[in-house]
T-cell receptor, first 112, second 113 residues
C-alpha cells in the first residue's frame, strides 16, 4: 500500500539559511499535518491543511510557512534557520472525516 | 508535554512478558490513539479508541480508556524483541473541527530476547 512520502530524508543547513520540506500524502487523502519532533521530545503539531486550505495552526514559528497544492502535496518552508530548528519533521495525512493519521518517515533537519 | 504524561518513561522486560504503559491527559477528548516509533523513524498508528468506548483490542494490543480519570493504558501481551520501540499516546479533539494530535511524552519499551 502507498505510504506518505517525504523529501528529502536528511537535510543539513547553516544558521540563517532557508529550507523546504516536501510531503506527498497517501492517494485520496485530502488532509495533511506537519509535526516537529525535537531530540528526545514528543511530536508537536505545527500546521494542517484540508482541501488546500489551512485548517489549523499549532506552534509554528512565524519564520515558517506552508501550503498545500492542487495535487495535495504540501511544502513546509523554513527561513532564517536557527540551531533550535534541528529536529525531525513529520508529515501525516488522513482521508476526510477520519481521525487516524498516517505518518511519513520524516525529514531530519540539522542546522549547524 | 502539552497534553499529559506517560508512565513509565522507560520500561525493560523479557520476551514473553506483558508490557503496560499508561497515559494521562488534561482536557476533554474525542478520541485517543496510540502510536509506535522505532528509534528516529516515523510514527506507526496502532489503535484508536473513542471517548464513548472503554476497551479495545487489536491482536496482542489491548487499550483501555477511563474518561473520568482522563487516562488510558496500552497493554502489549506476550511481548517480542521486535516490540522494542517508543510508544506515544495522542489525543484528538473535535472542537471547531480540529483533528491535530496532541502527543504525550512517550514510553521507551525495551524487550530483552
Amino acid at each position: 500500500a502507498a505510504g506518505v512520502i517525504q523529501s528529502p530524508r536528511h537535510l543539513i543547513k547553516e544558521k540563517r539559511e532557508t529550507a523546504t520540506l516536501k510531503c506527498y500524502p497517501i492517494p485520496r487523502h485530502d488532509t495533511v499535518y506537519w509535526y516537529q519532533q525535537g531530540p528526545g521530545q514528543d511530536p508537536q503539531f505545527l500546521i494542517s491543511f484540508y482541501e488546500k486550505m489551512q485548517s489549523d495552526k499549532g506552534s509554528i514559528p512565524d519564520r515558517f510557512s506552508a501550503q498545500q497544492f492542487s495535487d495535495y502535496h504540501s511544502e513546509l518552508n523554513m527561513s532564517s534557520l536557527e540551531l533550535g530548528d534541528s529536529a525531525l519533521y513529520f508529515c501525516a495525512s488522513s482521508p476526510s472525516l477520519k481521525d487516524e493519521q498516517y505518518f511519513g518517515p520524516g525529514t531530519r533537519l540539522t542546522v549547524t | 508535554s502539552q497534553q499529559g504524561e506517560e508512565d513509565p518513561q522507560a520500561l525493560s522486560i523479557q520476551e514473553g512478558e506483558n508490557a503496560t504503559m499508561n497515559c494521562s491527559y488534561k482536557t476533554s477528548i474525542n478520541n485517543l490513539q496510540w502510536y509506535r516509533q522505532n528509534s528516529g523513524r516515523g510514527l506507526v498508528h496502532l489503535i484508536l479508541i473513542r471517548s464513548n468506548e472503554r476497551e479495545k483490542h487489536s491482536g496482542r494490543l489491548r487499550v483501555t480508556l477511563d474518561t473520568s480519570k482522563k487516562s488510558s493504558s496500552l497493554l502489549i501481551t506476550a511481548s517480542r524483541a521486535a516490540d522494542t520501540a517508543s510508544y506515544f499516546c495522542a489525543t484528538g479533539f473535535m472542537d471547531t473541527g480540529r483533528r491535530a494530535l496532541t502527543f504525550g511524552s512517550g514510553t521507551r519499551l525495551q524487550v530483552q530476547p
